[in-house]
């Protein structure tokens, strides 16, 4: 089966700008999560969204946003963009903690690569 | 979700058997272990999980002892394509917070021809 798609692979956007990134989740799954990897901090999540709901949410300032649509397609936008903000940014589907049955995998995609100049 | 620590790096040469443990003393009864791998510019791919005693797949096996506070993922005969960043993580897939997904630093895997 596909798997998980993110949408753009790569990005340049100035300071000040906002962007909206892609995630398509695996078919049948349900829950998608964000992350942010950087050099410095590592992997460190952004949130999740289970049935166009977010359901869990780490610890990034208020311009880090998404939604899911209801085909679980996702969406998260960064307004504002700073500098620090380049980073690759990683999907992940899942039917964990779905009630689903024993499905603990997360599946993450290639990733968008942002680049803030 | 539960704490886990492990060593930031190590080093092996092809052929030889690789042992990554990770320490997770504050596991909860309903937590699973769980490793994954990871390449430059690409996401994490699950590599095994477990609750208790051993696992085993087609690329690795997992051994947790009987107190779970900690467990050892061993790659066998590994090859210059296990180099890698591995992540070892805790959590109840059976709760809405597991997707909460918490990294730590990982194992940063050289192997050497």
């Known amino acids: 089966k596909a798997g998980v798609t993110q949408t753009p692979r790569y990005l340049i956007k100035t300071r000040g700008q906002q962007v909206t990134l892609s995630c398509s989740p695996i078919s049948g799954h349900r829950s998608v999560s964000w992350y942010q990897q950087t050099p410095g901090q590592g992997l460190q999540f952004l949130f999740e969204y289970f049935s166009e709901t977010q359901r869990n949410k780490g610890n990034f300032p208020g311009r880090f946003s998404g939604r899911q649509f209801s085909n679980s397609r996702s969406e998260m936008n960064v307004s504002t963009l700073e500098l620090g903000d380049s980073a690759l940014y990683l999907c992940?589907?899942?039917?964990?903690?779905?009630?689903?049955?024993?499905?603990?995998?997360?599946?993450f995609g290639q990733g968008t690569r942002l680049t803030v100049v | 979700l539960a704490k886990t620590t492990q060593p930031i790096s190590m080093d092996s040469y092809e052929g030889q058997e690789v042992n990554i443990t990770c320490s997770h003393n504050?596991?909860?009864?309903?937590?699973?272990i769980t490793w994954y791998q990871q390449f430059p510019s690409q996401g994490p791919r699950f590599i095994i999980q477990?609750?208790?005693t051993k696992v085993t797949n087609e690329v690795a096996s997992l051994f947790i002892p009987a107190d779970r506070k900690s467990s050892t993922l061993s790659l066998p005969r590994v090859s210059l394509s296990d180099t890698a960043v591995y992540y070892c993580l805790v959590g109840d897939p059976f709760s809405g917070g597991y997707n909460k997904l918490i990294f730590g630093a990982g194992t940063r895997l050289a192997v050497h021809p």
């Open positions: 477990g609750y208790k």
């Open positions: 504050n596991i909860a009864t309903n937590d699973y």
């Open positions: 992940a589907s899942s039917n964990a903690g779905t009630g689903m049955g024993p499905n603990t995998e997360a599946f």
